[in-house]
């Protein structure tokens, strides 16, 4: 719908016949349309206060915060919060300048990614600023002009820009499955190999964000070998908090030797913000000099770098942190489903309620 607030410029160009670039800006349509013109600061950007506390005022009001990534309570830990203030009185706040493969290297930051990698059971691992960021460097880095991408219906984002991005510029090709459906994947590797002349990477979450669920990583194992593809996993939700020492959903499953790129971010269980691939030497070192998205910015500051080590530290050692999370998860789910909501039957920690959608 065209709203009726256009510029001179907006105006001039209809006259001309085509459209302007800003016209779409003057309409209700784009993500949240509706809610952006009404001026919704309700459910779309909310005003909140920010420090990631259980409970918060909003608009004068005393709320339950349920919107946060803090699984296992690790936001503000005074452990992190000393080694911060220490870090910032060693290092400041803008070191390292520059990005990882010019000036923005340093021994902080490859040690932290052997700490990674070691816990990760692969060889290497690279960090870099964003999960978001990573996954998509990690796919368009890797899926080039012969390859193919193979996706969940269900993944994030970050996994379908690393796709589309790894398409537009290297030519690779695209193929979805459906969700969690283990037949449709094979059918799907299949077609795929009937006329391949590139490699698979077959692309999914760990623990699913939205659906809780976890993708049936050891199946999906079985099929990668039988077709000879790569698996990648973006285990955002699962790092730090499935498995033993918190080493995600493949070693949940006992299969993390047959993931060939792990993935995992600190804006979840690490109440933090970066991420990491791990997996054999060569292919790390190959992300390390061909993600766009981390060798064209800046690397992840001391700051950051520093304060994930000590956060690292308290995950691993979080089982009781862990064992809380897990109560507190089946608690919410259970009184939930006694006050009649429908919960998804995710087997993670991840409490999702589906609601039916409205008439509009
Ligand atoms: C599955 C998944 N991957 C990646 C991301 C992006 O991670 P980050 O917030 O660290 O950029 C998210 C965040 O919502 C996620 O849920």
């Known amino acids: 719908?065209?709203?009726?607030?256009?510029?001179?410029?907006?105006?001039?160009?209809?006259?001309?016949?085509?459209?302007?670039?800003?016209?779409?800006?003057?309409?209700?349509?784009?993500?949240?349309?509706?809610?952006?013109?009404?001026?919704?600061?309700?459910?779309?950007?909310?005003?909140?206060p920010p420090n990631p506390n259980r409970h918060m005022q909003f608009k004068g009001k005393e709320h339950i915060m349920w919107s946060v990534n803090n699984y296992l309570g690790?936001?503000?830990?005074?452990?992190?919060?000393?080694?911060?203030?220490?870090?910032i009185d060693e290092f400041g706040v803008s070191s390292p300048?520059?990005?990882?493969?010019?000036?923005?290297?340093?021994d902080y930051h490859l040690s932290f990614e052997r700490e990674l990698a070691e816990?990760?059971?692969?060889?290497?691992?690279?960090?870099?600023?964003?999960?978001?960021?990573?996954?998509?460097?990690?796919i368009q880095s890797l899926v080039?002009?012969?390859?193919?991408?193979?996706?969940?219906?269900?993944?994030?984002?970050?996994?379908?820009?690393?796709?589309?991005?790894?398409?537009?510029?290297?030519?690779a090709q695209l193929r979805i499955f459906k969700h969690n459906n283990m037949d449709n994947l094979e059918q799907v590797l299949k077609r795929v190999n009937r006329d391949r002349t590139g490699g698979v990477m077959i692309v999914t979450e760990g623990v699913y964000g939205m659906t809780g669920d976890l993708a049936p990583l050891a199946d999906i194992a079985v099929l990668a070998r039988k077709y000879d593809a790569r698996i990648f996993i973006?285990?955002?939700?699962?790092?730090?908090?499935?498995?033993?020492?918190?080493?995600?959903?493949?070693?949940?499953?006992?299969?993390?030797?047959?993931?060939?790129i792990y993935f995992g971010t600190f804006a979840k269980s690490f109440a933090s913000i970066g991420g990491f691939s791990a997996s054999d030497k060569a292919v790390t070192d190959w992300i390390a000099y061909n993600a766009r998205t981390q060798v064209f910015a800046?690397?992840?500051?001391?700051?950051?770098?520093?304060?994930?080590?000590?956060?690292?530290?308290?995950?691993?050692?979080?089982?009781?942190?862990?064992?809380?999370?897990?109560?507190?998860?089946?608690?919410?789910?259970?009184?939930?489903k006694e006050l009649g909501f429908y919960v998804g039957p995710g087997e993670s920690m991840i409490c999702s309620v589906f609601v039916p959608l409205g008439e509009d």
């Open 1 to 48: 719908m065209l709203l009726d607030n256009q510029t001179e410029q907006e105006s001039a160009a209809k006259a001309e016949g085509h459209t302007d670039l800003f016209a779409k800006c003057h309409t209700d349509g784009g993500y949240f349309g509706k809610m952006r013109v009404m001026g919704d600061d309700e459910y779309t950007r909310p005003v909140l």
């Open 74 to 87: 690790l936001a503000n830990h005074p452990d992190v919060l000393k080694v911060a203030h220490d870090t």
């Open 144 to 171: 080039g002009k012969d390859d193919t991408v193979v996706m969940d219906k269900l993944d994030h984002a970050c996994i379908v820009d690393g796709a589309f991005q790894a398409q537009a510029l290297n030519g």
């Open 97 to 106: 300048m520059g990005s990882r493969m010019m000036s923005g290297n340093t």
């Open 234 to 260: 973006d285990d955002a939700h699962g790092w730090g908090t499935m498995g033993p020492e918190g080493k995600g959903t493949a070693a949940h499953f006992g299969v993390q030797d047959e993931i060939d």
């Open 119 to 138: 816990h990760a059971e692969k060889e290497a691992s690279f960090l870099f600023n964003y999960g978001y960021m990573g996954v998509i460097g990690t």
């Open 298 to 336: 800046k690397s992840l500051p001391m700051v950051y770098v520093q304060t994930l080590r000590k956060t690292f530290e308290l995950v691993k050692a979080g089982e009781d942190r862990r064992t809380k999370m897990w109560a507190r998860s089946n608690e919410l789910k259970n009184g939930l």
